[in-house]
C-alpha cells in the first residue's frame, strides 16, 4: 500500500468515527433535538458526501478498573 | 479514555482527549455538571444501547451522588470523603470543601479531591461496563432518592413544575 493512500484510507476511517462520534455524543447531551442538529433530520452520511456511519455500539474490551482509576487520576493531574 | 484507546484502539484512539478539558469545573467553570461524569456517560453511550444503556447511566449518576468521595487516594494527603448528593459540580465541590474546611477552590487539598473523585468514577464506569460485556450486569445497587419521585407526583404537572432524580429537598423545603 502506497503512503498515500494509507494516509488516505486512515482519513477515511477518522471521518468515519466522527460522524459516528457525533451521533452518539448528541444522544448523550439531548435525546432529540441536538442529535437532529448535528445528524440533520433526514440525512445519511452518503448523502452528506461523507463515508458509511461507523458501527454503533461500538467494541468494548474488559478493563482493569484499578488502571482506569490510576489513569483518570493522572491525567486530571496533568490536565488541571 | 487513553486507556481505552490503547486497549481497543478504534474507534477511541480518534477521539482527541483535548476534546473533554472544557468539561472541567462544570463545564468552564460554570459549576454545572461535574466534568468527571461527562466522558463515562459518552462511553457507555458509545457502547451499550437499549434499557442497560439508561440503567448504567442512571446506576453511575446515583453512584456519584451517594459514594463519598474521594476513595482514590494516594497518600500524599489524608483527605475527609464526603457523600455530595448531587452531580452539580457547584455543589459537589462547595459541599465537599464546607464540610471538610478544605476550602478554598484553589487549595492543592480540593484539587486532590476532585483527581481522586474522577479516578472513583472512572473505575465504577470500567467495572459496569466490564460486567456489561460479561452479561452480569444488574442495576439497583444504587438508585435515585425516592423523595424525588414523591415530589414529582405533584410537581410534575402542576405548579411550581419540576423534573429531575436529585433530592429535591437539598434545595427546597419540605412541605409534605
Redesign the interface.
Known amino acids: 500500500m502506497s503512503d498515500s493512500k494509507a494516509t488516505k484510507e486512515k482519513e477515511i476511517?477518522?471521518r468515519k468515527?466522527?460522524v459516528?462520534?457525533g451521533a452518539?455524543?448528541a444522544?448523550?447531551a439531548l435525546a432529540g433535538g441536538i442529535h437532529n442538529f448535528l445528524r440533520g433530520t433526514n440525512a445519511s452520511p452518503a448523502a452528506a458526501g461523507n463515508v458509511e456511519a461507523?458501527k454503533?455500539?461500538?467494541?468494548?474490551?474488559?478493563?482493569?478498573?484499578?488502571?482506569?482509576?490510576?489513569?483518570?487520576?493522572l491525567?486530571?493531574?496533568e490536565?488541571? | 479514555m487513553g486507556y481505552l484507546a490503547e486497549e481497543v484502539g478504534y474507534p477511541f484512539n480518534q477521539l482527541p482527549l483535548e476534546a473533554f478539558t472544557s468539561f472541567q469545573a462544570g463545564i468552564e467553570g460554570w459549576g454545572s455538571i461535574c466534568g468527571a461524569l461527562i466522558a463515562p456517560i459518552q462511553l457507555i453511550g458509545m457502547i451499550a444501547e437499549g434499557e442497560e444503556k439508561s440503567a448504567m447511566v442512571n446506576e453511575l449518576i446515583a453512584f456519584y451522588t451517594q459514594h463519598p468521595f474521594p476513595e482514590y487516594q494516594t497518600g500524599e494527603f489524608d483527605l475527609p470523603r464526603v457523600a455530595v448528593g448531587s452531580t452539580l459540580c457547584h455543589v459537589s465541590v462547595t459541599r465537599w470543601m464546607n464540610e471538610t474546611g478544605m476550602g478554598p477552590r484553589s487549595r492543592p487539598e480540593r484539587k486532590e479531591r476532585c483527581a481522586g473523585l474522577t479516578a472513583d468514577v472512572c473505575k465504577f464506569t470500567a467495572q459496569m461496563l466490564n460486567k456489561y460485556l460479561e452479561g452480569t450486569f444488574k442495576p439497583g445497587e444504587y438508585t435515585a432518592p425516592a423523595v424525588a419521585g414523591e415530589c414529582l407526583v405533584c410537581h410534575g404537572e402542576m405548579e411550581p413544575f419540576a423534573h429531575g432524580k436529585e433530592n429535591c429537598l437539598d434545595c427546597h423545603e419540605d412541605h409534605r
Open positions: 476511517s477518522r468515527f466522527l459516528g462520534a452518539a455524543i444522544g448523550v461507523a454503533w455500539p461500538v467494541e468494548y474490551k474488559k478493563l482493569d478498573p484499578d488502571v482506569a482509576a490510576e489513569r483518570a487520576y491525567g486530571y493531574k490536565a488541571g
